[in-house]
């Protein structure tokens, strides 16, 4: 699962194929858009951003945004009186938990037998950042 910190540039990745649309938690926008209209408005203006949706299919860059809109993945700080944060452009997702895709073979390994044992134990947390002291695991 990820978050997002860009709409446009996260749009442009899952479009790519760089993200799949179902591990994306939420993305966190600088936009302030009240209506899905809007959000279409922005991602056309995106199409003629090189770092952004340039070059890239209008139709499914529009699905993409559809579809986020449609599920509550957009976040908008603006809304609410507030700001998102200041991140560089450079970063663009942040990974809630490790996804095997940037994993390299041997934390792969680790982390399938992490999720192994808990689940022989039936102890899956429901909250991924528990801790195991927590979930009363480790004592």
Not at 18 to 30: E, G, K, M
């Amino acid at each position: 699962m990820k978050i997002g910190f860009s709409l446009g540039r996260c749009i442009r990745d899952i479009v790519r194929g760089q993200v799949a649309f179902d591990d994306v938690l939420v993305i966190v926008t600088r936009t302030r858009a009240t209506t899905l209209d809007t959000i279409i408005e922005i991602v056309d203006e995106y199409m003629y951003e090189p770092t952004y949706l340039k070059g890239l299919d209008q139709a499914k860059c529009r699905q993409i945004a559809t579809d986020l809109w449609n599920q509550g993945k957009i976040h908008q700080p603006r809304l609410n009186g507030t700001f998102p944060p200041m991140l560089s452009n450079s970063y663009v997702w942040m990974d809630i938990v490790p996804t095997a895709t940037d994993m390299n073979e041997t934390v792969q390994s680790a982390w399938q037998q992490y999720r192994t044992a808990l689940g022989l134990i039936n102890r899956i947390p429901s909250d991924p950042g528990q801790s195991l002291a927590k979930q009363g695991v480790l004592e």
